[in-house]
């Protein structure tokens, strides 16, 4: 099991990228959030095996890609208390 906690910058709030990166989430076995930020950003944080991981977040960048300027991806700590994955308000 792996953990990425992603931040997206760009057009990246008020065009969806929240509810599709969740609806993308139902074709994995992932679990954790995603939120947007004050500074106009969205964090992420996607917990699963590496396979799965790295294939939401590919998915994430196909669909939504247009809209992110960047994406810096760092590594966390399994923690186990994801029990799905979500958005957070």
């Not at 890609?65 to 966390?76: M, S």
Request: charged share 30%.
């Amino acid at each position: 099991m792996i953990r990425r906690d992603v931040i997206y910058t760009g057009r990246v709030q008020g065009v969806g990228f929240r509810w599709t990166t969740n609806h993308i989430a139902k074709n994995y076995d992932v679990r954790g959030f995603v939120e947007n930020r004050e500074d106009g950003s969205v964090y992420m944080v996607a917990e699963g095996t590496e396979k799965d991981v790295e294939e939401f977040m590919i998915a994430i960048a196909e669909n939504m890609g247009k809209n992110i300027k960047e994406t810096r991806v760092n590594q966390g700590r399994v923690d186990g208390d994801l029990t799905d994955f979500h958005v957070n308000y």
